[in-house]
């Protein structure tokens, strides 16, 4: 089971980054796709989901009407678009299959490898 993050980089603050997370090993139909994001000294947090099957989505409000997540089932692949970025969005960013909608850490049953987000002032 993997899941292989990319996207990425660095950014000036007010610009933009897609994240992408390519899922392989296992069928994920089943589940739930999120993104969760830790900054330095700080908590993992969750950021956003959507269910592979129905599409649904679910977000944190600091990444609500600035962030989307969408998936492509073809390419087993979530994208999360990331727009107004700001320096405090700054963070490695998590890919992580989980069983339930809700933003729950300990939801989580795979986790991707982190893709690091630098946004400057």
């Known amino acids: 089971v993997q899941l292989q993050a990319s996207g990425g980089g660095l950014v000036q603050a007010g610009g933009s980054l897609r994240l992408s997370c390519t899922a392989s090993g296992r069928t994920f139909s089943n589940y739930v796709m999120g993104w969760f994001r830790q900054a330095p000294g700080k908590e993992r947090e969750f950021v956003a989901q959507i269910s592979w099957s129905s599409g649904s989505t679910y977000y944190a409000d600091s990444a609500k009407r600035r962030f989307t997540i969408s998936r492509d089932n073809a390419k087993n692949t979530v994208y999360l678009q990331m727009n107004s970025l700001k320096p405090e969005d700054t963070a490695l960013y998590y890919c992580?299959?989980?069983?339930?909608?809700?933003?729950?850490?300990?939801?989580?049953?795979?986790w991707g490898q982190g893709t690091q987000v630098t946004v400057s002032s």
């Open positions: 992580a299959a989980q069983s339930s909608f809700g933003g729950r850490i300990d939801s989580v049953d795979y």
